[in-house]
């Protein structure tokens, strides 16, 4: 049975840091690229970011590049998502999600709450 389940989220300030992290199991999880995606309130999901399955390649989308860093650690089956200068508009529900390519498709695990607010 697939399961990623995902940790980090946490409510913090404009400029603030968050570390997020995915545990993954039930699949070859280096063998395959993931992703984060995120959906803000009354909003649909959108792609955040992607990384190949090795971690040597990763994607990012316009909003968040510069501020946020992927990885992955295959040795762990684990998958990463570092966010900084956080911003009011990165609130949202962070998904850890099975598989790459820059959209939101695959099996999303619950996911975790990022709010910034001051």
């Known amino acids: 049975e697939v399961q990623l389940v995902e940790s980090g989220g946490d409510s913090v300030q404009p400029g603030g840091s968050l570390r997020l992290s995915c545990a993954a199991s039930g699949f070859s999880f280096s063998d395959l690229g993931m992703k984060w995606v995120r959906q803000a309130p009354g909003k649909g999901l959108e792609w955040v970011s992607t990384?190949?399955?090795?971690?040597?390649?990763?994607w990012y989308a316009d909003s968040v590049k510069g501020r946020f860093t992927i990885s992955r650690d295959n040795a762990k089956k684990a998958l990463y998502l570092q966010l900084n200068f956080l911003k009011n508009e990165d609130t949202a529900m962070y998904y850890c999600t099975k598989g790459g390519g820059l959209s939101t498709d695959g099996w999303r695990g619950q996911g975790t709450q990022v709010t910034v607010s001051s």
């Open positions: 990384i190949s399955y090795d971690g040597r390649n990763s």
